[in-house]
């Protein structure tokens, strides 16, 4: 991962969107104690899609054990 401060990526946005493209490694802009990440249209996408189908799996599983009054544990990292 790219690593920047956001007076860095500011002066330099279209280089980063640039490589961020061409590469699909995401840039981490710093900015205090918080920031921010940059990801590719398409790695934005597989994130995503894969955050959707986790999100229906565990629906999934709830409504089945719904519907057999049993409980499911859910790991919040799982998600």
């Given at each position: 991962?790219?690593?920047?401060?956001?007076?860095?990526?500011?002066?330099?946005?279209?280089?980063?969107?640039?490589?961020?493209?061409?590469?699909?490694?995401?840039?981490?802009?710093?900015?205090?104690?918080?920031?921010?990440?940059?990801?590719?249209?398409?790695e934005?996408?597989?994130?995503?899609?894969?955050?959707?189908v986790?999100?229906?799996?565990?629906?999934?599983?709830?409504?089945?054990?719904?519907?057999?009054?049993?409980?499911?544990?859910?790991?919040?990292?799982?998600?």
């Amino acid at each position: 991962m790219i690593t920047t401060t956001i007076s860095d990526f500011r002066k330099s946005i279209k280089l980063y969107v640039d490589e961020v493209i061409s590469s699909n490694e995401p840039v981490l802009i710093n900015r205090g104690r918080n920031g921010a990440v940059l990801v590719s249209l398409d790695e934005y996408n597989v994130l995503a899609k894969t955050a959707s189908v986790l999100q229906a799996e565990v629906g999934r599983d709830v409504v089945q054990a719904a519907q057999k009054n049993e409980f499911v544990e859910v790991d919040i990292d799982s998600l």
